[in-house]
């Protein structure tokens, strides 16, 4: 038998899979939108409240900064107080409002079926508060996205939705969260993407990005435009020795996205040593805090004043150096101690120390250039997300012109940590839990192969009207036929009619030894499952899946003819013709140089007179 020829099936695969459904979760990712960005703009308002309280002892909502408090060495007992909040909260309430907020985020969507409890949407916010308006040296991102994606995944519990669905409105809330919270709609889709859909289809990606949108334009009306942090004007082409000092910039950023990671889990390890009961490391962390706060005042909080003068380049090395050393130790100390805060911001406010650093030896490229380069730079080393980090730095400044320098920058951190360290920061709390995530997408060969690439053409069918001594020969035979578990039956046409087992075939030819006038219609399955030879395999283990069957008859289209068969073990040669791709080394063009004249022996001439 020989397989079927390539057909036009244009009706039967397309691009994409998504289908009208999309439409109906699209609009739920609207209104998850609009309500995130509310949740946003309470949270902002919780967090200026609790920092009034804390630092100042007074009802308001505006914004305030700890480093402006007047407490002089009882602001250590600040962040303690919090800290021991937070810590009861933890154990009597939810431990799940510990942590920076994104690994939550992806635990709750890998593990729990995008379902989040009802009351971590109202806890995690209010931990977060406590921690950052106590002088928790965090950002509020993390938090507001965990917040957002805890409002999603709520209302999705009340729909009657899949668990892919869920998880797609789970990271429309936590999108729109940090849309509404920086006024960066494509990156926080880009966030959503890279950390936490696991996927890039249409059925996701259309929702978080009219999530993050509608949030976007709520923030409008709520908190105003962007951009967050203004910058100076830079130039738009910087030169061949800036762009090399963007790379130079990226492993430096590499180097410390390195440091901070390990410090922070470093931090962990050594609280779990701790022979107390994990509700008081917080406290500890404050202990921390407090100090380090008493020491440096502007490591205190989510500092975005600090965040906003390094990007104006007019910052003095004393807060530079301090931020680099009080800022990250106060910070990798206070999150290993399992307090409630986000990430973002912290990193931002480190890798714009960095860049104040590095512009006293790079070249000059404007104020505030090496700081933002860096700033982009630390976030696609320590996250993991290249995408993110340039688009979010350009998002949060408005500076198109830095589009190529970010590149550079993000690109090289990037590798360099992708090179030194197996998991990032985010992901290596997750395999601290036992689980394991890939960070790498890429389209899966089941998607590109099809049946008549792998399928079997030599089988052993059984005609419709076989006689005894067919069956027994077919069932006793020696080589692979002997060996054939599933029998396509076929008309004398080669249209298939039915198929029969092995382990049937074997007690209707014991059955027949006794009475020859059974027939094979008394066993045969005529409506069986059958695969096409211009379908993809994809397709083919979606239907295994479905059926619970692993060997199909594969038919023509057109007329149902018999043309071959698959198992589960024929989709195994996918896998090996992927690995043959990525390991196999060859030389595919081949280097013929034409000398003049052979090694050691001059060339004769071809014509005319000796010379």
């Known amino acids: 038998m020989t397989p079927a020829g390539p057909r036009d099936i244009a009706g039967e695969l397309g691009d994409f899979t998504a289908g009208p459904r999309l439409l109906a979760i699209a609009a739920a990712a609207i209104g998850i939108g609009v309500i995130s960005a509310y949740v946003a703009l309470a949270l902002l308002n919780l967090i200026n409240l609790c920092t009034n309280l804390f630092f100042f002892q007074r009802l308001s909502t505006e914004a305030a900064t700890p480093a402006a408090h007047s407490l002089g060495a009882f602001v250590i007992l600040v962040p303690v107080a919090g800290a021991m909040i937070i810590g009861l909260m933890a154990r009597y309430g939810s431990e799940r409002i510990r942590g920076h907020g994104i690994p939550e985020a ?248 960095l860049g104040g650093v590095e512009s006293w030896f790079l070249p000059a490229a404007g104020a505030g250039f090496w700081p933002l380069v860096s700033m982009g730079a630390i976030l696609g080393g320590t996250m993991r997300s290249p995408l993110t980090g340039v688009v979010f730095a350009i998002e949060l400044t408005h500076d198109l012109d830095m589009l190529l320098p970010l590149l550079v920058a993000v690109t090289v951190a990037h590798a360099f940590t992708v090179l030194v360290l197996r998991r990032s920061i985010l992901t290596e709390k997750i395999a601290r839990r036992g689980f394991h995530l890939t960070r790498e997408y890429a389209i899966d060969p089941l998607e590109i192969l099809f049946v008549r690439e792998v399928m079997r053409t030599s089988v052993a069918a059984l005609p419709a009207d076989a006689p005894y001594d067919s069956l027994r020969r077919a069932l006793h035979g020696d080589g692979p036929r002997g060996r054939q578990r599933l029998y396509p039956v076929v008309h004398a ?83 090996t013709l992927n690995l043959e791709a990525e390991q196999r080394r060859e030389r595919v063009l081949g280097a013929h140089i034409a000398l003049p004249f052979r090694m050691g022996r001059p060339a004769q001439p071809t014509g005319g007179t000796p010379t």
């Open 493 to 575: 046409d080669r249209r298939l009619a039915g198929v029969v087992t092995r382990s049937e075939l074997q007690v209707l030819v014991d059955d027949a030894a006794a009475d020859a006038s059974l027939p094979l219609g008394a066993i045969l399955k005529t409506a069986p499952t059958v695969a096409f030879p211009d379908e993809s395999l994809r397709m083919v283990v979606h239907r295994m899946a479905e059926s619970g069957l692993t060997r199909f008859p594969v038919v023509s289209r057109g007329d149902g003819t018999l043309v071959g068969m698959i198992a589960l073990t024929d989709l195994l040669k996918a896998r």
């Open 106 to 353: 992806i635990e709750a969507i890998l593990i729990n079926g995008s379902r989040v409890e009802p009351k971590v949407a109202l806890l995690k916010p209010l931990s977060s508060a406590i921690s950052i308006g106590s002088g928790g040296p965090f950002g509020a991102e993390g938090p507001i996205i965990m917040t957002g994606g805890a409002v999603g995944s709520v209302l999705a519990q009340f729909l009657h939705l899949t668990s892919a669905e869920r998880k797609t409105l789970l990271v429309a809330g936590a999108a729109a969260g940090m849309s509404a919270t920086f006024a960066t709609p494509l990156a926080a889709v880009l966030l959503a993407v890279e950390l936490l859909l696991f996927e890039w289809k249409p059925r996701s990606l259309v929702p978080v990005a009219l999530a993050s949108a509608a949030a976007t334009v709520m923030r409008r009306y709520l908190m105003g435009l962007g951009p967050l942090f203004p910058v100076p004007a830079h130039p738009d082409f910087i030169g061949p020795q800036a762009l090399l000092g963007c790379a130079v910039a990226g492993l430096l950023a590499g180097g410390l996205s390195v440091v901070l990671t390990q410090a922070v889990y470093l931090a962990e390890d050594t609280f779990h040593r701790l022979p107390m009961h994990w509700m008081w490391w917080p406290a500890i962390g404050g202990t921390v805090i407090g100090i380090g706060g008493w020491m440096f005042p502007q490591a205190l909080g989510v500092g975005y004043d600090v965040i906003g003068a390094l990007l104006q380049g007019d910052v003095p090395a004393r807060v530079i150096i301090g931020i680099l050393v009080v800022k990250a130790t106060i910070w990798s100390v206070s999150l290993g101690s399992g307090t409630s805060g986000g990430v973002l911001a912290p990193l931002l406010m480190m890798g714009g120390a």
